[in-house]
């Protein structure tokens, strides 16, 4: 089991950045697919970014495509979603998971994070 925790959230203007952390805790962070998902007010949990095991593999929801970075420190147990050019539309809680399954930006969840607000002021 992974423990994730999720910082950097905020409240912005349209057109800042911002970057995500999520701090992991347990061996198998290393080993593991990870996501970052959101969930906008009334809406299902979506996917927005997936990063394999090494981070050679990055895959990104359309709607964040061009505009959103994942990345990832094993090192560090730390992965990352440098987001920039925000828009209101992407007000959500954003969460971080620990994927048991990952296809492009398909990931299965098992592991969540407490999520973390970003808001988007127009």
């Known amino acids: 089991q992974v423990q994730l925790v999720e910082s950097g959230g905020g409240l912005v203007q349209a057109g800042d950045s911002l970057r995500l952390s999520c701090a992991a805790s347990?061996?198998?962070?290393?080993?593991?697919?990870m996501g970052w998902f959101r969930q906008i007010l009334g809406k299902e949990r979506e996917s927005v970014a997936t990063?394999?095991?090494?981070?050679?593999?990055?895959s990104y929801a359309d709607s964040v495509k061009g505009r959103f970075t994942i990345s990832r420190d094993n090192a560090k147990n730390t992965m990352y979603l440098q987001m920039i050019s925000l828009k209101p539309e992407d007000t959500a809680v954003y969460y971080c998971?620990?994927?048991?399954?990952?296809?492009?930006?398909?990931?299965?969840?098992?592991?969540w994070g407490q999520g973390t607000q970003v808001t988007v002021s127009s």
């Open positions: 347990g061996r198998t962070f290393i080993g593991a697919p």
């Open positions: 990063i394999s095991s090494n981070g050679g593999s990055t």
């Open positions: 998971a620990r994927c048991t399954f990952r296809s492009n930006v398909d990931c299965r969840a098992g592991d």
